[in-house]
């Protein structure tokens, strides 16, 4: 592959200078101030790409999903909008709790927008956006580990101006925004957006009304800016809202290695404990569900259309975010000073169907609200200075409040548990009665309890209920208060006519707090700990209660029998079988079992996942990290047009805690800090009067303790378990061409190369046996821990390219446009597992084209065609349920071909 890459790349750049050589017309130059100062991108010895808001227009950008067609090492991931991320060569992160945060930092305007998701979508009325790659940390107030998203929105201006823009086209796509702007009085100008945006998403919901996983949004913006004759200012007030009517997913189920690949079948295929119960896809008896007639039907209809889906809840996510900044730079006599303050409000709230299926089964839903605020103060050096410098402060504050709801429906495992157990209890544990019970529930004849037994009454009902109201709730709120303060800078030094040399260092002090509070609606004792499992052992009697259970649950009911006296404390002394319990007593015999009887009849029927109460608690916890992070650029320009530069810098990302778990233990524990070491060498140069621009940067990243979440499963439940990968390497190449070959006419070539590998990561997320057969594992105190060293990492296509063209040709009527983009990514895993048609695609191929009529009086007409190959089978996402909660996966797909038509006016 890599040699096809070379032969084109090189096939591209000869095709280039024998057609350059015919037109030496000059580039226009683009302006950036990633350094903080106003530069021609050329002069920026760094890894840089930037575009302005026309090319962003030309090439239908409407989100930062768009860009990844013109950054060739540049990913998103995420399963929904509220979940996205961005990757830069390699770094990035699916964590997307409130507690955690961006290993590529998003900047609106300068301001630091920590929940990545809140600018994601509805682009409208940009300036330009920059993209730095590597660490950024000496120049921007929040530390970038992997890098910086600069977006730049335009200015007010004195002139009077209108623009309307109006779009449809397929795919239910509508855009329609408006701006604004002009001179307000004498120094003061202001401008005015708002725009909207519906597009409709690749996945259907069919069981309510046709709702899909499209984004709906909604934006307006509006800024001032102020000048003097000593300084300038600027304010802005901005409102986003992002709907999404359902939250949508195929789901593959593969029970037999005929129906599926056998590496698909490996990872997917549920354990044979799971497969027991009756189990298909997580948590889920699909014969047991209304919805379907029988197993085989139901995975008929879950394999007949897989951009459509039948679930059980009416699922959504919204987001709402607000934002007030403002920015003041004062132009002293030897300095500028620049004071940056904002306050940013998140809100945002869904409800997925876990399983994705019409079983009521897994539900999560979740509300949450932050609010950030942020103050950085920066002094820099003139424009003229010989020795160009920049030191500031900053500040940022995060506090909020998330609350994740799992609820479990009567045809999920937890439930079916549940209602099991409460049978057994209601025939008499350890009795007789108990087993005809259970034989009645499962033959589906047991009705349930008397209302006079009002406990387990309760429990039937919370375990068979229909309605999602009532369904078993497991509530998990977890509360943040985040602080962070540093300083930062550096300084470039003229060493010669030709050298220069920057330092720079940063230091960051992170402050992370939080409080973690679990609650559910069905605590007793735990379901599995009732229900016989000892049936159809040798020796089984219905009148032996020594026979109904293994020696392993008899340990479980003396744990809680245990637990209970200790909770009880002096009171169990007047409960005569639990004050009967004393040393010489053994799990399972006559004392214990009268013992968690009691305890039953006290406490009721606890249904996963948080089924009794020492899974009911709060921690509060907070933890401190510091880093200094020292930058080194050195730069050499043989001549006025070229440059080659060599960059050593680290980077820092706090650590966290955990979320979405029901184990004080776990909550504690956290997770470290992420480090970032890395060594760039690059070379940037302009050729045939500035009609050709060619940059090259060669890099090296060892990236320590990578935080990793994953569903795992403790004690049988499955959790969000955050752990850090000891150590990375990721070695790169990009390539960037620019060239005017013809009157108009622009070519863009770019290539990006990525090697990314585990150096030492032991995966004890699940028991990988099950999927990997017999091996070693890596940690002694976790079966079938995986060790992952040497393999690739995710979200890092390794060859990558981008060929655009771009023509300008005028007419009597007007300007007409034409633009053409291919993108070719190959090898992009979406997980560390790698199986094609699940957790890993080959290439992923995108062709846009667009047209472009610019009329003299101020309208255009663009015609516009995205993924014009209609590539629509390219996995965007995809989730491994754990084999022992019944298997399975969840996956998203890219939107396929969509074509439409914009009209703007400028007045």
């Given at each position: 592959?890599?040699?096809?890459?070379?032969?084109?790349?090189?096939?591209?750049?000869?095709?280039?200078?024998?057609?350059?050589?015919?037109?030496?017309?000059?580039?226009?130059?683009?302006?950036?101030?990633?350094?903080?100062?106003?530069?021609?991108?050329?002069?920026?010895?760094?890894?840089?790409?930037?575009?302005?808001?026309?090319?962003?227009?030309?090439?239908?950008?409407?989100?930062?999903?768009?860009?990844?067609?013109?950054?060739?090492?540049?990913?998103?991931?995420?399963?929904?909008?509220?979940?996205?991320?961005?990757?830069?060569?390699?770094?990035?992160?699916?964590?997307?709790?409130?507690?955690?945060?961006?290993?590529?930092?998003?900047?609106?305007?300068?301001?630091?927008?920590?929940?990545?998701?809140?600018?994601?979508?509805?682009?409208?009325?940009?300036?330009?956006?920059?993209?730095?790659?590597?660490?950024?940390?000496?120049?921007?107030?929040?530390?970038?580990?992997?890098?910086?998203?600069?977006?730049?929105?335009?200015?007010?201006?004195?002139?009077?101006?209108?623009?309307?823009?109006?779009?449809?086209?397929?795919?239910?796509?509508?855009?329609?925004?408006?701006?604004?702007?002009?001179?307000?009085?004498?120094?003061?100008?202001?401008?005015?957006?708002?725009?909207?945006?519906?597009?409709?998403?690749?996945?259907?919901?069919?069981?309510?009304?046709?709702?899909?996983?499209?984004?709906?949004?909604?934006?307006?913006?509006?800024?001032?800016?102020?000048?003097?004759?000593?300084?300038?200012?600027?304010?802005?007030?901005?409102?986003?809202?992002?709907?999404?009517?359902?939250?949508?997913?195929?789901?593959?189920i593969c029970r037999n290695a005929t129906e599926c690949s056998a590496q698909q079948f490996n990872l997917i295929k549920a354990s044979a404990?799971?497969?027991?119960?009756?189990?298909?896809?997580?948590?889920?008896?699909?014969?047991?569900?209304?919805?379907?007639?029988?197993?085989?039907?139901?995975?008929?209809?879950?394999?007949?259309?897989?951009?459509?889906?039948?679930?059980?809840?009416?699922?959504?996510?919204?987001?709402?975010?607000?934002?007030?900044?403002?920015?003041?730079?004062?132009?002293?006599?030897?300095?500028?000073?620049?004071?940056?303050?904002?306050?940013?409000?998140?809100?945002?709230?869904?409800?997925?169907?876990?399983?994705?299926?019409?079983?009521?089964?897994?539900?999560?839903?979740?509300?949450?609200?932050?609010?950030?605020?942020?103050?950085?103060?920066?002094?820099?050096?003139?424009?003229?200075?010989?020795?160009?410098?920049?030191?500031?402060?900053?500040?940022?504050?995060?506090?909020?409040?998330?609350?994740?709801?799992?609820?479990?429906?009567?045809?999920?495992?937890?439930?079916?548990?549940?209602?099991?157990?409460?049978?057994?209890?209601?025939?008499?544990?350890?009795?007789?009665?108990?087993?005809?019970?259970?034989?009645?529930y499962q033959a589906g004849t047991y009705t349930g309890p008397a209302q006079t037994k009002a406990l387990l009454a309760e429990d039937w009902?919370?375990?068979?209920?229909?309605?999602?109201?009532?369904?078993?709730?497991?509530?998990?709120?977890?509360?943040?208060?985040?602080?962070?303060?540093?300083?930062?800078?550096?300084?470039?030094?003229?060493?010669?006519?030709?050298?220069?040399?920057?330092?720079?260092?940063?230091?960051?002090?992170?402050?992370?707090?939080?409080?973690?509070?679990?609650?559910?609606?069905?605590?007793?004792?735990?379901?599995?700990?009732?229900?016989?499992?000892?049936?159809?052992?040798?020796?089984?009697?219905?009148?032996?209660?020594?026979?109904?259970?293994?020696?392993?649950?008899?340990?479980?009911?003396?744990?809680?029998?245990?637990?209970?006296?200790?909770?009880?404390?002096?009171?169990?002394?007047?409960?005569?079988?639990?004050?009967?319990?004393?040393?010489?007593?053994?799990?399972?015999?006559?004392?214990?079992?009268?013992?968690?009887?009691?305890?039953?009849?006290?406490?009721?029927?606890?249904?996963?996942?948080?089924?009794?109460?020492?899974?009911?608690?709060?921690?509060?916890?907070?933890?401190?990290?510091?880093?200094?992070?020292?930058?080194?650029?050195?730069?050499?320009?043989?001549?006025?047009?070229?440059?080659?530069?060599?960059?050593?810098?680290?980077?820092?990302?706090?650590?966290?805690?955990?979320?979405?778990?029901?184990?004080?233990?776990?909550?504690?524990?956290?997770?470290?800090?992420?480090?970032?070491?890395?060594?760039?060498?690059?070379?940037?140069?302009?050729?045939?009067?500035?009609?050709?621009?060619?940059?090259?940067?060669?890099?090296?990243?060892?990236?320590?303790?990578?935080?990793?979440?994953?569903?795992?499963?403790?004690?049988?439940?499955?959790?969000?378990?955050?752990?850090?990968?000891?150590?990375?390497?990721?070695?790169?190449?990009?390539?960037?061409?620019?060239?005017?070959?013809?009157?108009?006419?622009?070519?863009?070539?770019?290539?990006?190369?990525?090697?990314?590998?585990?150096?030492?990561?032991?995966?004890?997320?699940?028991?990988?046996?099950?999927?990997?057969?017999?091996?070693?594992?890596?940690?002694?105190?976790?079966?079938?821990?995986?060790?992952?060293?040497?393999?690739?990492?995710?979200?890092?296509?390794?060859?990558?390219?981008?060929?655009?063209?771009?023509?300008?040709?005028?007419?009597?009527?007007?300007?007409?446009?034409?633009?053409?983009?291919?993108?070719?990514?190959?090898?992009?895993?979406?997980?560390?597992?790698?199986?094609?048609?699940?957790?890993?695609?080959?290439?992923?191929?995108?062709?846009?084209?667009?047209?472009?009529?610019?009329?003299?009086?101020?309208?255009?007409?663009?015609?516009?065609?995205?993924?014009?190959?209609?590539?629509?089978?390219?996995?965007?996402?995809?989730?491994?349920?754990?084999?022992?909660?019944?298997?399975?996966?969840?996956?998203?797909?890219?939107?396929?071909?969509?074509?439409?038509?914009?009209?703007?006016?400028?007045?």
């Amino acid at each position: 592959m890599f040699k096809i890459f070379l032969k084109y790349g090189v096939s591209v750049a000869l095709l280039l200078t024998s057609t350059i050589s015919l037109a030496q017309t000059a580039l226009e130059e683009m302006v950036v101030t990633s350094q903080k100062r106003e530069q021609n991108l050329l002069d920026v010895p760094s890894a840089l790409q930037a575009f302005s808001g026309d090319m962003l227009e030309d090439a239908g950008v409407r989100d930062t999903n768009d860009l990844t067609n013109m950054i060739p090492d540049m990913m998103m991931s995420g399963e929904d909008p509220g979940r996205a991320n961005i990757w830069l060569r390699g770094i990035g992160s699916t964590k997307f709790d409130i507690g955690s945060e961006s290993s590529n930092a998003l900047f609106v305007d300068e301001v630091y927008m920590p929940r990545v998701q809140s600018v994601m979508s509805g682009l409208v009325d940009i300036e330009r956006i920059e993209i730095l790659k590597g660490p950024q940390g000496t120049l921007y107030g929040r530390n970038a580990l992997g890098g910086a998203v600069s977006i730049f929105y335009k200015k007010p201006t004195s002139e009077f101006e209108q623009k309307i823009k109006v779009g449809a086209g397929d795919s239910g796509y509508e855009s329609l925004s408006y701006m604004l702007s002009g001179e307000l009085s004498d120094g003061l100008y202001g401008r005015m957006i708002l725009g909207y945006q519906d597009i409709e998403g690749v996945h259907t919901d069919t069981s309510f009304g046709g709702s899909d996983d499209g984004p709906k949004n909604e934006n307006i913006r509006f800024s001032l800016f102020g000048e003097g004759s000593d300084m300038e200012w600027s304010f802005t007030a901005e409102n986003a809202v992002s709907k999404v009517d359902g939250l949508i997913s195929e789901v593959k189920i593969c029970r037999n290695a005929t129906e599926c690949s056998a590496q698909q079948f490996n990872l997917i295929k549920a354990s044979a404990a799971a497969a027991a119960q009756g189990l298909d896809v997580f948590q889920t008896n699909l014969s047991a569900a209304a919805a379907y007639a029988s197993d085989d039907a139901a995975i008929a209809a879950l394999r007949a259309d897989p951009y459509s889906a039948t679930q059980s809840e009416n699922t959504f996510d919204r987001r709402d975010d607000n934002l007030l900044a403002t920015r003041i730079k004062l132009f002293r006599d030897n300095y500028d000073l620049t004071v940056i303050a904002s306050t940013n409000q998140n809100q945002g709230e869904e409800l997925k169907d876990f399983d994705a299926t019409a079983a009521k089964s897994f539900s999560q839903s979740s509300i949450q609200k932050t609010n950030q605020s942020n103050i950085e103060l920066r002094w820099s050096s003139k424009a003229e200075d010989e020795i160009q410098w920049v030191a500031g402060i900053y500040s940022f504050l995060d506090y909020g409040d998330r609350i994740d709801t799992f609820k479990t429906g009567p045809e999920g495992a937890f439930n079916m548990q549940g209602a099991a157990a409460v049978a057994v209890a209601d025939g008499g544990i350890f009795t007789a009665g108990a087993i005809t019970n259970l034989q009645a529930y499962q033959a589906g004849t047991y009705t349930g309890p008397a209302q006079t037994k009002a406990l387990l009454a309760e429990d039937w009902g919370i375990a068979t209920s229909q309605n999602y109201e009532n369904h078993g709730t497991a509530a998990l709120d977890l509360r943040i208060n985040n602080k962070s303060s540093a300083a930062f800078g550096q300084v470039t030094i003229p060493m010669a006519d030709q050298w220069n040399i920057t330092l720079g260092a940063r230091y960051t002090y992170d402050t992370k707090g939080m409080t973690y509070i679990t609650s559910s609606n069905a605590v007793g004792v735990p379901a599995q700990l009732v229900i016989p499992n000892n049936l159809t052992a040798a020796g089984f009697n219905p009148a032996n209660p020594a026979t109904h259970y293994t020696a392993q649950i008899f340990a479980g009911q003396k744990a809680v029998v245990d637990g209970g006296i200790a909770a009880l404390g002096a009171q169990a002394a007047a409960i005569p079988t639990l004050a009967a319990i004393d040393a010489n007593d053994t799990a399972g015999n006559a004392d214990y079992i009268a013992a968690f009887g009691t305890l039953v009849a006290l406490q009721g029927i606890g249904i996963a996942p948080i089924a009794s109460s020492a899974q009911t608690f709060t921690a509060t916890n907070q933890a401190s990290w510091t880093s200094t992070d020292p930058k080194l650029t050195i730069d050499y320009k043989p001549t006025d047009d070229s440059m080659l530069w060599f960059t050593y810098a680290t980077g820092f990302k706090g650590g966290g805690w955990q979320f979405a778990t029901y184990f004080k233990e776990l909550v504690d524990q956290g997770f470290d800090p992420e480090e970032l070491e890395m060594y760039e060498i690059g070379y940037k140069g302009s050729f045939l009067n500035d009609s050709l621009r060619l940059s090259a940067t060669g890099y090296t990243y060892d990236w320590t303790n990578k935080q990793l979440i994953k569903v795992s499963v403790v004690q049988g439940l499955p959790i969000g378990l955050t752990r850090n990968a000891g150590a990375s390497t990721i070695n790169g190449l990009d390539l960037n061409m620019t060239a005017r070959v013809g009157m108009g006419t622009t070519i863009n070539f770019d290539y990006a190369y990525i090697d990314a590998q585990y150096d030492n990561y032991c995966d004890d997320s699940r028991d990988w046996s099950e999927v990997h057969g017999t091996f070693t594992a890596c940690n002694s105190n976790s079966a079938g821990s995986y060790s992952r060293a040497g393999g690739s990492m995710p979200w890092t296509p390794e060859q990558s390219m981008i060929l655009s063209v771009n023509h300008v040709q005028p007419t009597d009527i007007g300007d007409v446009v034409i633009g053409a983009s291919y993108s070719y990514k190959s090898d992009i895993a979406l997980g560390d597992e790698r199986v094609e048609g699940l957790t890993f695609n080959d290439t992923i191929e995108r062709l846009n084209f667009s047209t472009t009529i610019e009329f003299n009086n101020g309208t255009s007409l663009r015609g516009f065609c995205t993924n014009c190959l209609d590539e629509k089978d390219d996995i965007a996402f995809s989730l491994i349920y754990p084999q022992s909660q019944g298997g399975g996966a969840r996956i998203k797909y890219y939107p396929g071909m969509r074509a439409g038509l914009e009209v703007i006016h400028k007045f």
